[in-house]
Each structure stands twice: as structure tokens, then as C-alpha cells.
């Protein structure tokens, strides 16, 4: 805008030195600073245009007035749709997004408590179910299908004894599944916890390419939580579009890891960020360098992912739980550290190569040789495409499949300890506290 107005000045001078001087060189530069001020104004009017698309990472931190621009439609408008009954999430000062309280859309609900769920639990576990807490992703949530398909519940009423907590959020990784447990998951007590991640993934970081690489800003996933250690502790902050307006964030957090060098001598010329044409310019090229270049691959972070489980672990130990660690590979392929630190809590930890006993359920079922697909999640789990529905998850029948499969590992391990040790009995489909005497 300020380049406009300047153009627009300098306009108005020519015009005005034209009426009293009428030297040709006046007219030719009054015929330039016309066009230029028509090209800024054509470029102020694209940008603007960016903008209400979304597609405007590169813009953010060079003119003021976009960057206000900016905030209202990418932080305003997310406040706004948070606050609606039919959007699922909402954010959190602590895990950075979460399901949302009472909430309603389409097939999903969300209770009280802001679980996926229909009804409100006691924060005291009945003596006589057997209470397991399910974390992760989409695939816990289970994207595209109503309360009633997802396998938390399917689970839950395959047999008697059980209570499943659905405190499934879409697009967790382990870390945000993680501070979900230390935050919701304790103050039921759960007897089991179920997460379906072991590794960190691309999930817990913020994530450079994805925000620089979307076409609406607004659509990325901006609400990510950074971890780091500092003297042997793990801590943690939830991440928010104000921060993209920081100079020292952009930085460090998404441009150095995509290796732009925001101080480059070329780019660094002010012809780049007060000129409207010279922002459209950056903008453009920037958006065609990432998208050949911007790979990130796998995110590997030894030492916090081996913190966050021995947190969990420990955690767990502390409240009497059991971990299932459900993953899409075999123990021996984790990390050795990893490994070491959960053989050392053995007694309390079920891992499960997840897409193992999948393949042999499908094999059992006569679905081993139709065509599989990829499962949308990080995990690489791999169905036939006739379980799955049209987000990437499984439909009715592939959430009755998983029931089924986390049903066999329940039944064939020692649950609980103290006065809540449960074994499933096998006559009356039921799981039991063998250490409540029947009257």
C-alpha cells in the first residue's frame, strides 16, 4: 500500500510540474510513474487475492498492513469457527488443538468431557469393567464414520466388561497423543492405554513444508507442539499463528530447515518487500523453489522420543496402567535405546506389530489377495480397499475387524493389578475382576 501511495504522489507532483514546465522528459516520467502506479496497484489488488486464498506464507513479515491482513483471516477466522458447535476441535494452551466440548457434526460427538463419545464417564472406574483409554490419531478417532462404527465402541460392546475412552484427535502424533494423556487420559484411571505410535513422526515438529507448501495457510496444521530438552528435562509448547509473524520463529523454524536463506543478498533487496510486484515475485519463486526442493522425510529425534515413552512408562507404573503399543513394525526394528527402555518395562507393556496381525486376520477372512491401500495415517498400515471409506480410514466392517484383533490381544495377557486384576472368562464372553468376591 505505502508504494502505491508514494507512486500516487509522485503522480500528482508530475502532473502538477507538467502545467508549469512542459518539458518532454516530465511527460515521459509522469507516463512511467503512471504505469508503474497501475502494475503496483494490479499487484496490490493479486496479492490481496493470496491472501483471502490462503496461499500466502512468503507474504507474512514483509508490509505491515498485509501481515494485519493476514491475522484476520488466518487467526480471527480459526477463533471464530472454533467457537461453532459443529467445528470438532478447539484450541489449547497446552496440547495446541483438541476435540472440542459437546460438540456436534455430522457423524461426530464429542461429550462433556471432550471425548469422542455420546455419553459422560465417572472419573471412578466401576469395579467391574475393565477401562481402557485409547489414544492417537484419525485412525483412533476414525475419520468418516459415525460414533457407533468407530472401533473404540464396536470394541467396547463386543463382549461385557469393558469401557473404551475414545481420546482419539485427528492428526496426532506421539507427542500431542502424549500431553492428551498427561492432561485427560489420567483422571480416569484407566486399567489399559492404548497408543498407536512408538516413533515420533513428521507430526511432532512444525512442519516447514507444510505450512510453506499449502495452497491455504489455514488449512495446515498450525497448531503443532515443539518439544526440547533442557538439563535432562522434557519440555514442551504448543505452537500458534501468531508466531509465524515473528521474524526469529520463521527463522529457525521454517526457513533454515528448508534451507531458504532469508538473508540472501538477492533476496534482501527492499525492491522484495515494500514493492507489491517485487512480493508477488518472492512469493512466486519461492513457491516454485520448495516444490522441488522442500523434503523433509521421516523426523528422527532420539533423545525426545525416548524421554516422552520413559515419561509415559513411568506414568504408567505410578497409576497401576498397562501400555499397548500398536505399531506397523516388528520390536526388533526399533530404535536399540528404545527397545532397552521398554524391555525394562516389560511387565507392563503389550507392543504389537500392528500390521502384522492385521495381515493374518485379512488372511483368515479371505481379503489377502484383493487390492490394498494405504491407510491415512504415518503408521504404514495397508488394508484391502473394501474396508476403508472415502478419508483414507477404516469403514464399519475395517473398525469391527480392529475391535476384533485388540479384543484377541486383551484376552490373551494379564490385565490390571491390586483390586482390579481382570481375566476374560470365556463361557460368558465377559471380562472379570477376580479380585471382587461375588456374593
Given at each position: 500500500?505505502?508504494s ?12 502538477i ?14 507516463l ?46 480459526t ?7 459443529n ?9 495446541g ?53 468407530t ?12 469401557e ?44 516447514p ?16 507442539v ?67 526442493h ?7 529425534n ?25 505399531y ?27 500390521q ?5 486376520r ?78
Amino acid at each position: 500500500m505505502l508504494s502505491i501511495l508514494t507512486l500516487f504522489l509522485i503522480f500528482i507532483i508530475c502532473l502538477i510540474a507538467m502545467k508549469f514546465f512542459r518539458h518532454p522528459v516530465l511527460r515521459y516520467t509522469t507516463l512511467i510513474v503512471f504505469n508503474l502506479l497501475v502494475i503496483e496497484s494490479v499487484m496490490f489488488g493479486y496479492l490481496l487475492f493470496l491472501i483471502l486464498q490462503g496461499n500466502c506464507f512468503f507474504l507474512i513479515g514483509n508490509q505491515k498492513g498485509l501481515d494485519a491482513l493476514i491475522k484476520i483471516r488466518l487467526i480471527e477466522a480459526t477463533y471464530f469457527a472454533q467457537g461453532k458447535k459443529n467445528f470438532i476441535n478447539q484450541l489449547d494452551n497446552t496440547l495446541g488443538y483438541t476435540i472440542g466440548e459437546n460438540k456436534d457434526l455430522g457423524p461426530y460427538q464429542s461429550n462433556a468431557q471432550g471425548l469422542r463419545a455420546n455419553r459422560n464417564y465417572s472419573s471412578i472406574p466401576n469395579p467391574n469393567l475393565l477401562r481402557i483409554a485409547v489414544f492417537g490419531d484419525s485412525f483412533v478417532f476414525c475419520d468418516g464414520e459415525k460414533n457407533s462404527d468407530t472401533w473404540a465402541y464396536l470394541l467396547e460392546q463386543s463382549v461385557h466388561g469393558l469401557e473404551v475412552l475414545n481420546l482419539g484427535v485427528p492428526g496426532y502424533g506421539l507427542g500431542q497423543s502424549y500431553l492428551r494423556y498427561l492432561k485427560d487420559g489420567l483422571k480416569f484411571s484407566p486399567d489399559i492405554i492404548f497408543f498407536n505410535y512408538t516413533l515420533l513422526s513428521d507430526r511432532d515438529r512444525v512442519s516447514p513444508s507444510e505450512w510453506a507448501g499449502s495452497d491455504n495457510i489455514r488449512m495446515a496444521h498450525l497448531y503443532r507442539v515443539r518439544f526440547r530438552i533442557e538439563n535432562g528435562v522434557l519440555l514442551s509448547q504448543a505452537t500458534t499463528p501468531y508466531e509465524l509473524f515473528d521474524p526469529s520463529f520463521r527463522e529457525k523454524y521454517l526457513f533454515q530447515p528448508l534451507g531458504i536463506d532469508s538473508h540472501a543478498r538477492f533476496w534482501s533487496w527492499k525492491f522484495f518487500s515494500i514493492s507489491n510486484t517485487g512480493l508477488a515475485l518472492k512469493q512466486m519463486i519461492y513457491r516454485r523453489w520448495l516444490a522441488k526442493h522442500a523434503s523433509q522425510g521421516e523426523y528422527h529425534n532420539d533423545e525426545i522420543n525416548y524421554k516422552i515413552l520413559e515419561h509415559l512408562l513411568l506414568t504408567a507404573e505410578q497409576n497401576k496402567s498397562t501400555f499397548i503399543f500398536s505399531y506397523d513394525r516388528d520390536f526388533s526394528d526399533l530404535p536399540q535405546r528404545i527397545q532397552s527402555l521398554i524391555k525394562e518395562h516389560s511387565s507392563r507393556v503389550i507392543y504389537v506389530n500392528a500390521q502384522k496381525v492385521l495381515q493374518k486376520r485379512y488372511a483368515a477372512l479371505g481379503k489377502d489377495r484383493t487390492p490394498y491401500k494405504r491407510l491415512s495415517t504415518p503408521q504404514l498400515l495397508y488394508a484391502p480397499e473394501d474396508l476403508l471409506n472415502s478419508s483414507g480410514h477404516f469403514n464399519a466392517q475395517g473398525n469391527r475387524i480392529f475391535a476384533d484383533v485388540v479384543l484377541e490381544i486383551l484376552k490373551t495377557h494379564p490385565l490390571g493389578e491390586n483390586d482390579r486384576k481382570f481375566q476374560f472368562d470365556e463361557q460368558n464372553q465377559t471380562f472379570r475382576n477376580t479380585s471382587v468376591k461375588n456374593p
